[in-house]
């Protein structure tokens, strides 16, 4: 049993490396005493996301990175396997979070993304009265709406938000703060204010053509997918980027059967921000990679398009294009909090308690660290909650 191969170090490792600080040896230990549902209790007192992060973790830069069995040129232990057991007993088990007594206190999360979710349930486990708005149909942020679909579905992203929202916590959506509904009106019916937005659409190249219908932006690309009204593709796909979100929209498009899926990426392989086992997963997937291809243009020529690329490099034909170059920040939204700094685009927070330079505010995840994983947002967002429940006491 893989449990039983943990050494269950003191001072371990693997827990250093996960941002949540999950007590790897205790949940594993646990396991290993078939106690499951202490270990999922073990992992979710850390971290209230343990589901999405047991399936969207990069474990092997994180947790089982660290494990002290590569030191011996063995196999790390299976810390991601493990966590997805524990927390697939305790869902299936119809598991609940404790909920605190009320202390009368009131808090708003602006965005339902992992980091107000952890925010949030931080703060309702302590008794506060917590309003979480979204400007989506649906919770979850891009749990729902962006991480590739083979890893988390919105189902599952749903038990996740419906555990937490049974632990007290109501969910206003629809609500799109600093247009429908403003963040002055907000303030004024709440004790502190958690800002979690994450980031904005995917950014524009500044090309000529990528107005063009069959021209589509990675995320809502993803997004259409991953909520069953996936949009039609051509046979040939051409996907311009080199990080996770161009493997994620490449694989996704091979997957909704497109004959042939290359990525365009302007440096060489080197300098891609993808993951290693993201763009080995890629590659098994058959997506072809064009390193040194920087599109000048796209070109309709017929009813495909032509990829133009500098001068001595032959144009790519593509049936679809999808842009996928990283995300733009919401300067603007964000331009509307009074005495709130930003420092390029990114909310400035005190690193201790996730404090703006307005006291009211608090701010955590994609929209303060420029963009990372679901388990910094979680961090971040249950540091916030600390640094909230003391300011406000
Ligand atoms: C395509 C893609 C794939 C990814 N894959 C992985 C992965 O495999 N593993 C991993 O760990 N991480 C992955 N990530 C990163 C991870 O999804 C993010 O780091 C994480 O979701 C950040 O959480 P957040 O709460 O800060 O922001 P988000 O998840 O972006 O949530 C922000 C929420 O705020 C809402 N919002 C925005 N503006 C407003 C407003 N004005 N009013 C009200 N609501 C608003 C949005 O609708 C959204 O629901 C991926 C990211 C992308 C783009
Ligand atoms: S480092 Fe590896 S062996 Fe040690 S406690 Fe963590 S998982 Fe177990």
């Known amino acids: 049993m893989e449990a039983n191969r943990c050494l269950f170090c003191f001072d371990a490792p693997c827990a250093a490396a996960c941002p949540t600080h999950i007590d790897v040896p205790r949940f594993i230990k646990k396991i290993a005493t078939a106690n499951v549902t202490g270990s999922a209790r073990a992992i979710l007192e850390a971290n209230v996301l343990g589901l999405s992060c047991s399936r969207v973790c990069p474990v092997d830069v994180l947790c089982e990175g660290a494990c002290v069995m590569h030191n011996v040129n063995r196999e790390p232990i299976q810390i991601g396997r493990l966590q997805r057991h524990a927390m697939d007993h305790f869902y299936a088990n119809g598991g609940r979070l404790p909920q605190g007594a009320s202390n009368g206190k009131r808090v708003a999360c602006v965005g339902a993304g992992p980091a107000s979710l952890a925010c949030a349930a931080e703060l309702r486990r302590n008794g506060v009265a917590v309003t979480v708005y979204d400007k989506r149909p649906l919770a979850g942020g891009l749990n729902t709406y962006g991480v590739a679909q083979y890893k988390f579905t919105p189902d599952d992203s749903r038990r996740e938000v419906e555990m937490i929202r049974r632990s ?33 659409p995917t950014q524009p190249l500044g090309i000529p053509g990528e107005k063009l219908p069959g021209v589509l932006n990675a995320l809502e690309f993803i997004a259409s997918y991953k909520t069953a009204q996936p949009v039609a593709l051509g046979r040939r796909v051409a996907v311009i980027g080199g990080g996770n979100t161009a493997i994620d929209a490449a694989v996704a498009a091979r997957r909704l059967g497109a004959a042939e899926v290359s990525i365009l990426y302007r440096r060489g392989e080197a300098q891609m921000s993808a993951f290693a086992f993201e763009y080995e997963q890629a590659r098994r997937e058959g997506v072809q990679f064009c390193f040194h291809a920087r599109p000048e243009a796209f070109v309709q020529d017929g009813g495909a398009f032509r990829v133009v690329l500098p001068e001595g490099a032959a144009a790519v034909m593509a ?5 996928a170059i990283g995300q733009s920040k919401l300067i603007e939204t964000l331009g509307a909090v009074r005495q709130i700094e930003l420092h390029e685009g990114r909310i400035v927070v005190n690193p201790a308690n996730g404090q703006t330079s307005n006291p009211k505010y608090f701010a955590g995840g994609d929209c303060v660290n420029g963009g990372r994983e679901v388990v910094d947002a979680a961090a971040e967002g249950k540091r916030a909650a600390k640094g909230i429940l003391a300011w406000l006491t």
């Open 319 to 323: 049936d679809t294009v999808i842009i």
């Open 168 to 200: 007290g916590v109501e969910f206003v959506n629809g609500a799109d703060v600093g247009t429908t509904l403003s963040f002055e009106e907000i303030e004024s019916k709440f004790d502190a204010v958690f800002i979690g937005i994450g980031l904005g």
